[in-house]
């Protein structure tokens, strides 16, 4: 039986990484960060609302029992931040304190959603904040850091980004001749290969070493191809 934590559960990833935990026998309960409650009524489900971030690290350290696996899918645009300056208090610092919150209170791993492109010595802004977070994440001590990569997310968004919506529908056009998977992936099939991936580290099944990445063709293997046939087997 397992605990599991989890960031940005409001969003397009976090979300259904929480509607993926709260459906799986295995995982006893849920702790949720957030600034409003996600629509759920799981008895699973122990959400912390706070509207104040900054408080969010000391809540998270604080709470009974402690998430065992802990997920991240917290982050936000340069546009929703007001700037780059705030893009990188959320994206990096924000994602930072609460990974080492999470370590303190107990937690064994430690499953972040990146990017494909991450890179501390990238030119992208994007990227390098993506990359500066891994790095940092992956010295705190947790017994695993899973870098989940994937390339576009498909999905439905709350807030419209008109980029991505034309990428997103591209996107589906590819699909019809199977190329989509090779550099999009739809926002669930990314959510459970993080699940997937967080619990075979937590049983001992994950690669060797402290740090598991997961590039976008082990993100369709784990959350869509492999994911489908133990769902057809059961």
């Known amino acids: 039986m397992t605990s599991a934590g989890v960031v940005g559960s409001t969003g397009l990833v976090g979300s259904n990484i929480l509607s993926t935990l709260l459906s799986l026998s295995g995982i006893t309960n849920v702790v ?3 600034r409003r409650a996600p629509p759920t009524t799981s008895p699973k489900f122990q959400p912390i ?9 000391t809540l998270l350290a604080a709470h009974t029992p402690a998430p065992q696996i802990f997920f991240s899918g917290l982050g936000t645009t340069r546009a929703a931040a007001g700037g780059l ?8 610092d924000l994602n930072l304190s609460l990974a080492r919150a999470a370590h303190t209170a107990g937690a064994k791993i430690y499953v972040l959603i990146s990017s494909s492109g991450a890179n501390a010595n990238s030119s992208v802004s994007y990227s390098q904040m993506k990359g500066e977070l891994e790095d940092a ?9 899973v870098l989940v990569r994937p390339g576009l997310i498909v999905g439905d968004r709350e807030e419209s980004r008109a980029s991505e919506a034309i990428l997103g529908m591209l996107s589906r056009l590819a699909g019809y001749v199977g190329l989509k998977d090779l550099w999009a992936q739809d926002a669930i099939v990314i959510a459970r290969a993080a699940v997937k991936a967080g619990l075979m580290a937590k049983e001992g099944k994950a690669p060797e070493g402290g ?6 063709k082990d993100v369709v293997r784990l959350g869509k191809t492999e994911w489908k046939e133990e769902e057809e087997g059961k």
């Open 32 to 34: 949720a960060i957030s």
């Open 49 to 57: 609302i706070a509207t104040d971030s900054t408080t969010w690290p």
């Open 137 to 145: 994440v992956s010295g705190i001590g947790f017994e695993k850091v």
């Open 211 to 216: 740090v598991w990445v997961l590039p976008q």
């Open 85 to 92: 300056d705030g893009q990188r208090k959320i994206d990096v």
